[in-house]
């Protein structure tokens, strides 16, 4: 069911949200930057706006992210989980990563399922706004997630000059819409094959970089990437782990108590699989030591058809982020087209 | 979620990023892309900049040290203490000195020179990582003059040629090996100069092997060809050449070095990226020289795409320089003996400044009984660390002002709390020449002030300090002292990140003597045939914003705990020769004494080469003395 809401009663809903959450959506820093920041008022929002470079995963897996606290108590310790159960609205997030949202719910919904994670999912609803123009980096349509979504939405925003066109795609998202209900109104079939154009027309008006992921999982699956190539591009790796902690996708973590006030705070830290310690072992031994077999592990939890299997999705929304973050120039596009062609740089 | 623009606080890159906040506890870390210097992209220290001030060992309380403890203490009694110990050692005509930081503010360094200068009446005022960094800056300044012309981290992307002298810059200064390998992906020539083929040297068109303390060969190689082909841009440095040939007539120019020669000489874009280097007495001294004056004749300074950038290795020893917590300098970096600088400070703080030259930060802490460290821990950073831990040991009051828990706060008499880089406000000049607001995001914890209030107050107490309401009162101040930070402030004001470049050097300052190019005689004999080098790439593991983050210290601590009497590296044909390696005992010889050390293979070594990681340099001091390179003998032990 799509309905529409005028562009002008759009910061109607946005109080609304507002009061009955936390609403987080882009802003622009002094600094020119846009940033998903929590927001304090309706004007805040921009409308028009490249996908900010910090993803909006912060609000599923924070990169500092509390988890029990473990107080002392005599002869015992007193475990006591810290719960997030804050209703947020994450808006105006972009295709990508909506279904990036989804991915990462999808994967901690696996038993063992994440009851941390899921709370804060849960009392998630993502309101994306659907890109009529693709941003120059983004090759979303490689991966499905992109430029419109047919799901991974609570709901989904169209911009059709006036007004906006909304589809509903769960429970989250009609209780949005439920809190300003005399806002929207039924959106007519004109409405919604306007939308349909729109996406049709975005499909045309991407940027010069694709990922052939088929032809690249064919050859990551059966280890037929020569380890020289692996070798070769890791030395174009500054191991920032950028790529990872930008990526709507990743989830790899570490733990870590924090001392305070008499108590330790365990956290969540959002880490790197390529950081040379993620898979440091106590003994000393670490089974990916060199760059290279990281790189290696990196790809083939993204494009391998094992995991394509399991998650039903290759690990990425094709955002481009990590193209842009890379410090070297190992980003998901360049090592997607290496192991296509078998080589780098020549 | 609260998230505020401010500058990395790690290498002199000075990347910009937001600290993210919630419930007044820093979380992370967000990269922005309109920083001019990071662009969008970020180290692994700079992603978890945030978690050394959340998670680390931090002073939260002024403490004194009385009757054998740490009695806590309001602040006006810790000041009071303080003040009150330093003048009776001045009174008692004992000496007492200052170090500043190059993990510092500006305003911090400005108000410890101030408080060096003008209120304990010394020059003793220095920083640890200063002697490692100075005989660079020193060769520099010789053939620039007193600023040296930078090329801006980013333009590098855009050279053609690219040389490179370095430790390990993937390591020590990811920022700027980005833009390395940016330009080589356009096509660049990369050069690298150095003892280890590194990440950089594999990637590098040419790598020139040089043996360590010996790199100023090669470049007096490449100067040499440069002259045999006739490259030189003479409009650019109008000398007579010919004696400059006939001082590099025996230096060895091989092949590989004339065709380097021509690659630099023929570019239109040349960048020529210089790291402290080791050698014996004068030499890095020498080699830098060397290093700008093939720069200067080739006419590659001080335009787009072309100059030459020293990688200083932690985020402000530019501005502690140009704050002048130096020896011998005024702020300005000004010599000290310059009458109109003299001068100019002497009228700014109202006190007649002490003339004669103070010592540098090994022999005061050799000599001084009373110290003030400003966010400084000499043990970490000096070459020779357990020997300025034990001299530190012997100083009658030592005062640490800092954030963290260090190895030098830990044996203070008094400790005064200061805020982190991320709980106070100021500023930072990173390599390139860039001043650079940090911003305060959360509030220091417990008692802790920030560093430039503390410091005004300890400068109060000696009727040397203004009154200052802010830390931008302080910078004004700074735009007073030393000229080239004049009217800065404003400009900070008027740049949304808040920073702005100092103004390059003074083309016609050039000046490139022929001296200097005498080859380094052998170190190694027959009884001592192996070289053994202090790597000189900074060690980040023993730096409390690395070694207080839980993701950035791991590879540092799975180390130390594997090899807690640290290790020596050597080639695998020589490992295999003496049937080392693998963490095989090895006991080193020298005509300074001997050590028994680990061994552990390398593959990116050469033989005859044994290396010691800066971290483990104190385990081979006996073998090394004062020297930073030297020739060994190595047997099983």
Same mark, same amino acid.
């Given at each position: 069911?799509?309905?529409?809401?005028?562009?002008?009663?759009?910061?109607?809903?946005?109080?609304?949200?507002?009061?009955?959450?936390?609403?987080?959506?882009?802003?622009?820093?002094?600094?020119?930057?846009?940033?998903?920041?929590?927001?304090?008022?309706?004007?805040?929002?921009?409308?028009?706006?490249?996908?900010?470079?910090?993803?909006?995963?912060?609000?599923?897996?924070?990169?500092?992210?509390?988890?029990?606290?473990?107080?002392?108590?005599?002869?015992?310790?007193?475990?006591?989980?810290?719960?997030?159960?804050?209703?947020?609205?994450?808006?105006?997030?972009?295709?990508?990563?909506?279904?990036?949202?989804?991915?990462?719910?999808?994967?901690?919904?696996?038993?063992?399922?994440?009851?941390?994670?899921?709370?804060?999912?849960?009392?998630?609803?993502?309101?994306?706004?659907?890109?009529?123009?693709?941003?120059?980096?983004?090759?979303?349509?490689?991966?499905?997630?992109?430029?419109?979504?047919?799901?991974?939405?609570?709901?989904?925003?169209?911009?059709?000059?006036?007004?906006?066109?909304?589809?509903?795609?769960? %429970?989250? !998202?009609?209780?949005?819409? /439920?809190?300003?209900? &005399?806002?929207?109104?039924?959106?007519?079939?004109?409405? *919604? #094959?306007?939308?349909?154009?729109?996406?049709?027309?975005?499909?045309?008006?991407?940027?010069?970089?694709?990922?052939?992921?088929?032809?690249?999982?064919?050859?990551?699956?059966?280890?037929?990437?020569?380890?020289?190539?692996?070798?070769?591009?890791?030395?174009?790796?500054?191991?920032?782990?950028?790529?990872?902690?930008?990526?709507?996708?990743?989830?790899?973590?570490?733990?870590?108590?924090?001392?305070?006030?008499?108590?330790?705070?365990?956290?969540?830290?959002?880490?790197?699989?390529?950081?040379?310690?993620?898979?440091?072992? %106590?003994? !000393?031994?670490?089974?990916? /030591?060199?760059?290279? &077999?990281?790189?290696?592990?990196?790809?083939?939890?993204? *494009? #391998?058809?094992?995991?394509?299997?399991?998650?039903?999705?290759?690990?990425?929304?094709?955002?481009?982020?990590?193209?842009?973050?890379?410090?070297?120039?190992?980003?998901?596009?360049?090592?997607?087209?290496?192991?296509?062609?078998?080589?780098?740089?020549? | 979620?609260?998230?505020?623009?401010?500058?990395?606080?790690?290498?002199?890159?000075?990347?910009?990023?937001?600290?993210?906040?919630?419930?007044?506890?820093?979380?992370?870390?967000?990269?922005?892309?309109?920083?001019?210097?990071?662009?969008?992209?970020?180290?692994?220290?700079?992603?978890?900049?945030?978690?050394?001030?959340?998670?680390?060992?931090?002073?939260?309380?002024?403490?004194?040290?009385?009757?054998?403890?740490?009695?806590?203490?309001?602040?006006?009694?810790?000041?009071?203490?303080?003040?009150?110990?330093?003048?009776?050692?001045?009174?008692?005509?004992?000496?007492?000195?200052?170090?500043?930081?190059?993990?510092?503010?500006?305003?911090?360094?400005?108000?410890?020179?101030?408080?060096?200068?003008?209120?304990?009446?010394?020059?003793?005022?220095?920083?640890?990582?200063?002697?490692?960094?100075?005989?660079?800056?020193?060769?520099?300044?010789?053939?620039?003059?007193?600023?040296?012309?930078?090329?801006?981290?980013?333009?590098?992307?855009?050279?053609?040629?690219?040389?490179?002298?370095?430790?390990?810059?993937?390591?020590?200064?990811?920022?700027?090996?980005?833009?390395?390998?940016?330009?080589?992906?356009?096509?660049?020539?990369?050069?690298?100069?150095?003892?280890?083929?590194?990440?950089?040297?594999?990637?590098?068109?040419?790598?020139?092997?040089?043996?360590?303390?010996?790199?100023?060969?090669?470049?007096?190689?490449?100067?040499?060809?440069?002259?045999?082909?006739?490259?030189?841009?003479?409009?650019?440095?109008?000398?007579?050449?010919?004696?400059?040939?006939?001082?590099?007539?025996?230096?060895?120019?091989?092949?590989?070095?004339?065709?380097?020669?021509?690659?630099?000489?023929?570019?239109?874009?040349?960048?020529?990226?210089?790291?402290?280097?080791?050698?014996?007495?004068?030499?890095?001294?020498?080699?830098?020289?060397?290093?700008?004056?093939?720069?200067?004749?080739?006419?590659?300074?001080?335009?787009?795409?072309?100059?030459?950038?020293?990688?200083?290795?932690?985020?402000?020893?530019?501005?502690?320089?140009?704050?002048?917590?130096?020896?011998?300098?005024?702020?300005?970096?000004?010599?000290?003996?310059?009458?109109?600088?003299?001068?100019?400070?002497?009228?700014?703080?109202?006190?007649?400044?002490?003339?004669?030259?103070?010592?540098?930060?090994?022999?005061?802490?050799?000599?001084?009984?009373?110290?003030?460290?400003?966010?400084?821990?000499?043990?970490?950073?000096?070459?020779?660390?357990?020997?300025?831990?034990?001299?530190?040991?012997?100083?009658?009051?030592?005062?640490?002002?800092?954030?963290?828990?260090?190895?030098?706060?830990?044996?203070?008499?008094?400790?005064?709390?200061?805020?982190?880089?991320?709980?106070?406000?100021?500023?930072?000049?990173?390599?390139?020449?860039?001043?650079?607001?940090?911003?305060?995001?959360?509030?220091?914890?417990?008692?802790?002030?920030?560093?430039?209030?503390?410091?005004?107050?300890?400068?109060?107490?000696?009727?040397?300090?203004?009154?200052?309401?802010?830390?931008?009162?302080?910078?004004?101040?700074?735009?007073?002292?030393?000229?080239?930070?004049?009217?800065?402030?404003?400009?900070?004001?008027?740049?949304?990140?808040?920073?702005?470049?100092?103004?390059?050097?003074?083309?016609?300052?050039?000046?490139?003597?022929?001296?200097?190019?005498?080859?380094?005689?052998?170190?190694?004999?027959?009884?001592?045939?192996?070289?053994?080098?202090?790597?000189?790439?900074?060690?980040?593991?023993?730096?409390?914003?690395?070694?207080?983050?839980?993701?950035?210290?791991?590879?540092?601590?799975?180390?130390?705990?594997?090899?807690?009497?640290?290790?020596?590296?050597?080639?695998?044909?020589?490992?295999?020769?003496?049937?080392?390696?693998?963490?095989?005992?090895?006991?080193?010889?020298?005509?300074?004494?001997?050590?028994?050390?680990?061994?552990?293979?390398?593959?990116?070594?050469?033989?005859?080469?044994?290396?010691?990681?800066?971290?483990?340099?104190?385990?081979?001091?006996?073998?090394?003395?004062?020297?930073?390179?030297?020739?060994?003998?190595?047997?099983?032990?």
């Amino acid at each position: 069911m799509a309905f529409a809401i005028e562009k002008k009663a759009v910061t109607k809903w946005l109080e609304k949200l507002l009061e009955s959450g936390e609403v987080i959506a882009p802003i622009r820093t002094p600094c020119g930057d846009v940033l998903f920041s929590t927001i304090r008022s309706a004007e805040q929002v921009v409308w028009d706006f490249p996908n900010p470079l910090y993803p909006p995963k912060e609000c599923v897996l924070p990169q500092t992210d509390p988890i029990v606290k473990i107080r002392r108590n005599g002869q015992h310790h007193e475990i006591e989980p810290i719960h997030d159960g804050t209703r947020r609205f994450l808006f105006n997030a972009r295709s990508c990563d909506a279904k990036g949202i989804a991915f990462l719910t999808r994967m901690h919904e696996m038993e063992p399922a994440d009851a941390s994670y899921l709370r804060r999912s849960n009392n998630l609803t993502v309101i994306s706004l659907a890109c009529a123009a693709p941003c120059p980096l983004g090759f979303c349509i490689c991966t499905d997630s992109g430029p419109f979504l047919s799901d991974g939405y609570d709901a989904q925003l169209t911009d059709l000059g006036e007004s906006y066109l909304v589809e509903v795609g769960s %429970a989250k !998202g009609e209780a949005a819409l /439920a809190e300003a209900q &005399d806002l929207f109104r039924k959106a007519t079939e004109d409405e *919604v #094959s306007q939308r349909k154009r729109l996406e049709e027309a975005a499909r045309h008006h991407f940027g010069e970089e694709t990922c052939h992921f088929a032809s690249a999982m064919r050859r990551v699956s059966t280890g037929r990437v020569p380890d020289a190539l692996w070798e070769k591009m890791s030395d174009w790796c500054l191991e920032c782990g950028g790529c990872n902690l930008v990526c709507p996708t990743c989830y790899c973590f570490s733990v870590k108590d924090l001392g305070l006030d008499g108590a330790w705070i365990r956290c969540r830290l959002r880490d790197s699989c390529q950081y040379a310690a993620f898979t440091l072992e %106590a003994s !000393g031994h670490n089974p990916r /030591a060199q760059r290279k &077999d990281r790189m290696k592990r990196r790809f083939f939890h993204k *494009v #391998s058809a094992q995991y394509y299997t399991r998650d039903d999705a290759v690990g990425c929304v094709g955002c481009g982020r990590c193209i842009k973050v890379c410090l070297g120039t190992t980003h998901m596009p360049a090592v997607v087209a290496a192991i296509r062609k078998g080589k780098w740089h020549e | 979620m609260l998230t505020v623009p401010t500058t990395c606080p790690f290498c002199s890159c000075g990347c910009g990023f937001y600290l993210l906040a919630r419930e007044g506890q820093l979380v992370g870390v967000a990269p922005s892309e309109t920083h001019p210097v990071s662009g969008g992209s970020l180290c692994a220290r700079g992603w978890s900049a945030h978690e050394a001030a959340l998670w680390g060992d931090r002073l939260r309380q002024p403490l004194l040290q009385r009757n054998g403890k740490q009695e806590s203490v309001s602040w006006d009694e810790a000041l009071d203490h303080v003040a009150g110990r330093l003048k009776e050692l001045v009174n008692a005509g004992k000496p007492v000195g200052v170090l500043g930081s190059s993990r510092a503010t500006n305003e911090e360094n400005y108000l410890a020179g101030r408080l060096a200068r003008a209120g304990l009446q010394t020059n003793n005022v220095d920083f640890s990582y200063h002697p490692i960094c100075r005989p660079l800056l020193a060769g520099l300044e010789e053939v620039h003059g007193k600023r040296a012309p930078s090329i801006r981290i980013n333009d590098i992307a855009s050279s053609q040629v690219i040389l490179l002298t370095e430790g390990n810059l993937a390591e020590t200064h990811p920022r700027a090996a980005s833009s390395v390998l940016k330009a080589v992906e356009k096509g660049a020539h990369l050069i690298t100069v150095g003892h280890r083929k590194t990440q950089m040297a594999r990637l590098a068109s040419l790598h020139l092997q040089a043996t360590p303390g010996n790199e100023g060969e090669v470049i007096n190689g490449l100067l040499a060809a440069i002259l045999d082909l006739g490259l030189q841009d003479r409009t650019a440095v109008p000398i007579g050449y010919d004696a400059l040939r006939r001082d590099l007539e025996t230096v060895k120019r091989t092949e590989e070095v004339r065709q380097a020669a021509e690659w630099i000489a023929r570019a239109e874009r040349a960048a020529f990226l210089i790291a402290p280097s080791c050698g014996q007495g004068d030499q890095p001294r020498k080699d830098a020289a060397a290093f700008a004056k093939l720069a200067a004749i080739t006419g590659h300074l001080d335009k787009p795409g072309s100059g030459v950038l020293p990688l200083l290795a932690r985020g402000n020893v530019r501005g502690a320089c140009d704050m002048a917590v130096v020896p011998d300098r005024l702020p300005g970096y000004d010599p000290l003996d310059d009458a109109r600088s003299r001068q100019r400070v002497q009228d700014l703080w109202g006190k007649k400044l002490p003339s004669a030259p103070g010592w540098s930060a090994e022999s005061l802490l050799q000599s001084v009984s009373g110290l003030v460290v400003v966010a400084d821990d000499p043990p970490s950073v000096i070459p020779r660390g357990q020997h300025a831990m034990a001299a530190m040991g012997r100083i009658e009051f030592l005062v640490v002002l800092d954030a963290f828990i260090t190895p030098t706060a830990r044996i203070a008499h008094a400790r005064l709390p200061i805020a982190s880089f991320a709980e106070t406000e100021g500023t930072v000049t990173n390599m390139e020449g860039r001043v650079q607001r940090l911003r305060a995001v959360t509030d220091p914890p417990g008692e802790a002030r920030t560093g430039w209030q503390v410091l005004a107050e300890l400068c109060a107490r000696f009727d040397a300090a203004a009154s200052y309401s802010s830390a931008s009162d302080v910078f004004r101040e700074i735009g007073q002292a030393a000229p080239g930070y004049a009217g800065m402030e404003q400009r900070l004001s008027e740049d949304e990140w808040g920073g702005a470049l100092l103004e390059t050097f003074d083309r016609a300052k050039l000046v490139v003597h022929p001296a200097g190019a005498a080859g380094v005689a052998a170190l190694t004999s027959v009884e001592h045939p192996y070289l053994l080098a202090r790597d000189s790439a900074f060690d980040w593991g023993h730096d409390p914003l690395v070694s207080f983050s839980p993701t950035l210290s791991r590879d540092y601590r799975s180390e130390r705990k594997l090899f807690p009497n640290g290790f020596v590296e050597m080639c695998k044909g020589d490992a295999d020769a003496l049937k080392l390696g693998g963490g095989r005992q090895a006991r080193l010889t020298s005509e300074h004494g001997e050590a028994v050390v680990p061994v552990l293979v390398r593959t990116d070594l050469k033989p005859g080469l044994l290396f010691v990681p800066y971290a483990y340099r104190d385990r081979v001091s006996n073998v090394l003395g004062t020297d930073s390179v030297t020739a060994v003998r190595i047997e099983r032990a």
